[in-house]
């Protein structure tokens, strides 16, 4: 699976929106983008994936560069309850064991 | 989704002893993995257990310290065999979304203190 690169750290304000940046600039072709959230004290839980596109659910919207070299999570309006270590994940699709990196502790704050 | 129970959800224990950690499905999963997540650190993969057949360890793990069950399709065990002050971490349970691999429901941990 390929190497990610992500901030240690991040700030938010509530309410507005949170970017969190991944690298993978070594990703192939067949590789996805997974990212998952862990909440202090909870399992990890999954956001969202992709592979190209761009793609939004009711959690995030994800968006990959063109030439997929990396990424962005966008949390459009980050609540106190966002506040968490979010992981970008690069895997092959079907493959279905997870390599977490270090991962980006968001803080959100009133 | 899946539901996914873990007991115990924290124990104390003696370097030396053992410890079983039991993992609860609320589905039938044919895939089930154990993570660990040492203090301040990220996850890392232990073994696939798959039911039917044994367990496929990560590079780093092997069987005689942490053996697994996978009696039935919802349920399986870890034990952290001989414990060490070391081996004090969050051990998860995951299993993957059906038919979506990689999107993986995670129990909720159990938190391991080796005294």
């Known amino acids: 699976d390929a190497k990610t690169t992500q901030p240690p750290s991040m700030d938010c304000a509530e309410g507005r929106a949170a970017n969190l940046p991944c690298n993978h600039s070594?990703?192939?072709?067949?590789?996805?983008v997974y990212w998952y959230r862990q909440i202090h004290s909870q399992g990890p839980q999954y956001i969202i994936h992709g592979l190209k596109n761009n793609e939004t659910n009711e959690m995030a919207s994800l968006i990959i560069t063109e030439d997929r070299k990396s990424s962005t999570l966008i949390l459009p309006h980050a609540t106190l309850r966002d506040t968490a270590v979010y992981y970008c994940i690069v895997t092959q699709e079907g493959y279905s064991t997870l390599t977490f990196g270090k991962g980006t502790m968001l803080l959100v704050s009133p | 989704s899946a539901v996914i129970s873990q007991k115990p959800s924290r124990d104390i224990c003696q370097r030396g002893t053992s410890l079983t950690i039991q993992c609860q499905v609320d589905s039938q999963v044919t895939m089930m993995f154990w993570y660990r997540q040492q203090p301040g650190q990220s996850l890392t993969l232990i073994a696939t257990a798959n039911q039917g057949s044994e367990a496929t360890y990560e590079s780093g793990f092997v069987i005689d310290k942490f053996p697994i069950s996978r009696p039935n399709l919802t349920f399986s065990t870890l034990t952290v065999s001989n414990m060490s002050p070391e081996d004090s971490s969050i051990y998860l349970c995951s299993v993957p979304n059906r038919g979506h691999d990689n999107e993986q429901f995670f129990g909720p941990g159990t938190r391991l203190t080796v005294l």
């Open positions: 070594t990703i192939s072709g067949n590789e996805y």
